[in-house]
């Protein structure tokens, strides 16, 4: 009878033990549970809505998770550092991102504060090679003086005055690029009026002649670089006889100046006893 007893109670113990044992092994299998960003909304709605409307490639590329790795209290310090995901550019080793990135759920809405430059030319670096090559006043501006918004291209009247009410806006850059803006250019249609807002005696007296010169743009002469002065033979060659191009190598000697051509305007005679009489005397315009 007792032996009995003893092995009831050894099956007993096994089948509770066996019983424990695939119990464990059953709690083990079970999945570990993960949040996913439907969990995230349930309490936070601030961050999901920024997402939603301003999130760029956190919206459409990455989850809650991706950057945000546990919650409290399992997980302390749930606010990850830039550099977790961005690194690869020069951009990305600057220091204190939110200084300008100030909230991370809408990257692209940046901020920028005053005298900031170092920052911005980590990515605008075409920019900076032409205001280091090209000296000019803007040269000694930091970035955020006229950029006071990411992405603003701001009018050179914000700080310039328009060269003649005739000018508009937008022909300053048709001349002018704002990191270089003492190195001015042209394309070959650029109307004369343009060119008369700087210009002006030279443009007076050239809508004036009755030369052929009258039908010719300011540009079609001065095409190469602005302040250039063309040779007369560029267009007209040499159109006198050798002897008279030697003696006289310069063609404002006879002709005046270019914008008002053929224009002379005689000296009085000076009087020293009988009157002499004095060539003329080419107008100074």
């Not at 939603?52 to 606010?79: F, L, M, R, W, Y």
């Not at 955020?144 to 990411?150: G, K, P, Q, R």
């Not at 210009?199 to 010169?213: F, N, R, Y």
Request: net charge positive.
């Amino acid at each position: 009878m007792n032996r009995l007893l003893t092995t009831l109670k050894m099956v007993t113990l096994s089948a509770l033990l066996m019983g424990m044992t695939v119990m464990a092994a059953g709690a083990a299998e079970e999945p570990k549970l993960v949040l996913s960003n439907t969990d995230c909304v349930k309490c936070h709605s601030a961050a999901p809505a920024a997402i939603a409307a301003n999130g760029s490639a956190h919206k459409t590329e990455i989850g809650c998770q991706d950057c945000h790795n546990g919650h409290p209290p399992t997980v302390k310090k749930i606010i990850p550092a830039c550099s977790q995901c961005h690194s690869d550019k020069p951009h990305y080793k600057l220091v204190n991102c939110q200084r300008c990135h100030t909230n991370p759920h809408t990257p692209k809405i940046i901020k920028l504060p005053k005298d900031i430059t170092a920052e911005c030319l980590t990515c605008h670096t075409k920019q900076n090679e032409k205001l280091k090559q090209f000296k000019s006043k803007h040269s000694a501006l930091s970035c955020s003086f006229c950029h006071s918004t990411h992405g603003k291209i701001p009018l050179c009247t914000q700080c310039h005055k328009s060269h003649s009410p005739d000018m508009l806006v937008g022909d300053c850059k048709r001349c002018h690029q704002a990191h270089m803006p003492k190195v001015v250019t042209y394309t070959s249609d650029t109307a004369n009026s343009l060119c008369a807002s700087c210009h002006k005696q030279a443009s007076v007296l050239h809508s004036k002649t009755d030369t052929k010169h009258n039908k010719v743009s300011c540009v079609a002469c001065h095409k190469d670089k602005h302040k250039m002065v063309p040779s007369c033979q560029t267009c007209h060659g040499a159109p006198h006889p050798a002897r008279i191009m030697a003696r006289f190598n310069k063609c404002s000697y006879c002709h005046n100046i270019a914008h008002d051509l053929n224009r002379w305007e005689p000296e009085a005679p000076k009087k020293t006893g009988a009157a002499v009489k004095q060539a003329p005397k080419a107008v100074k315009k």
